[in-house]
């Protein structure tokens, strides 16, 4: 029987309902122990409880501590699965830094609920289950870190969370889900082509993210500017525009080697140089700004905080983004 490993961080799929006050909340009685019993028949389930915190209070901290302990345990045990339950506000977050750090083949699963453990249509112990089916099914091999959730798997890379309190709030817009998890099995039907494999031992960059908006000035840039920033991520217009008015800010920040990433606000697509008025891509790439290949805000920010201790040559992190 096939081992995997469980590791819980936290969010609504560990936590309860009050009825009378309608809050939820976390409690000291583990809510999924009744499934994590059921998952025998599955494979040889052995749970760690990291952390039990609601997912807006996960840092890229515990982030890279949660690497490191999978790094940890997958070298000084024989494991096929790691699945990872997490708070679905910064699910996606998590699940990409581990994409950026995780080498190897093992495949590496998060989940977790919209639906608190008491509430009617609970999904919790459905979507650990689905992660469960896929951490042991062998075609989930060298894909990467997934997103199980809702019967569909999502690479790490591409998948956002769409909707605050839909259970079919997971998707990957552009790419949809790479697979499916039905009664029967686990059906993958695609692949993705790249990973990206980063080797840190530490995080100490402070990354910045904003999103333009009409009639933007520059005090907000020169606010981050201002603070001991070591990057910062754009989302901006469309293919990669922003308002003219804080393109000396952005010069000023890149006069001080300090990286500016640029990400479209836009839900699918990616940024190119194509508009040469003032604040348009092309513009924004002869001044020096970093160019991404369809990431998200959050992700980009991640990404730049990774790479950054790597290199700090602009033409290698415009590489890294371009992958
Ligand atoms: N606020 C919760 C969290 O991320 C939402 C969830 O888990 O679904 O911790």
């Known amino acids: 029987m096939k081992k995997v490993l469980v590791i819980q961080t936290g969010g609504t799929i560990a936590m309860q309902e009050n009825p009378e006050t309608g809050t939820v909340q976390p409690n000291l009685e583990n809510p999924l122990f009744s499934t994590i019993q059921s998952l025998s028949s599955l494979a040889s389930v052995i749970v760690d409880d990291f952390i039990n915190l609601p997912s807006p209070h996960i840092t890229p901290k515990h982030m ?19 699945v990872i339950t997490h708070g679905t506000d910064t699910l996606e977050e998590t699940a990409y830094f581990l994409d950026l750090l995780l080498d190897f083949p093992i495949p590496v699963i998060v989940t977790g609920a919209m639906r608190s453990s008491n509430e009617l249509g609970s999904d919790g112990p459905h979507n650990l289950i689905s992660a469960v089916r896929t951490a042991v099914s062998p075609e989930a091999y060298g894909k990467g870190v997934l997103v199980v959730f809702n019967d569909e798997i999502h690479t790490a890379k591409n998948v956002t969370k769409t909707h605050s309190s839909n259970i079919a709030t997971f998707q990957s817009p ?6 499916i998890v039905t009664k029967k099995g686990v059906d993958f039907h695609h692949m993705p082509l790249h990973r990206d494999a980063f080797n840190i031992e530490k995080i100490t960059k402070n990354i910045g993210l904003i999103k333009v908006y009409t009639g933007m000035t520059d005090e907000h840039i020169e606010a981050f500017a201002a603070t001991t920033i070591d990057g910062l991520v754009i989302e901006a217009f469309g293919q990669g525009n922003v308002p003219p008015t804080i393109v000396p800010s952005l010069e000023k920040l890149i006069s001080r080697n300090i990286p500016i990433v640029l990400v479209s606000r836009s839900y699918s697509g990616v940024v190119q140089d194509t508009y040469g008025y003032e604040g ?31 290199t700090s040559s602009h033409e290698e ?3 890294y983004f371009m992958k």
Do not use: C, W
């Not at 997958?74 to 494991?79: A, D, F, G, R």
């Not at 552009?174 to 697979?179: E, F, R, T, V």
């Not at 348009?280 to 790479?307: D, E, P, S, Y």
């Open 64 to 82: 890279l501590e949660l690497a490191q302990r999978i790094q940890h345990k997958t070298s000084s045990e024989k494991l096929d699965g790691v």
């Open 174 to 179: 552009q790419y949809g889900p790479i697979g």
């Open 280 to 310: 348009g891509g092309n513009h924004l790439k002869k001044l020096g700004v970093i160019f991404t290949n369809g990431l998200n805000g959050q992700k980009a920010r991640l990404k730049l905080m990774v790479a950054l201790e790597t």
């Open 317 to 319: 992190l415009q590489r």
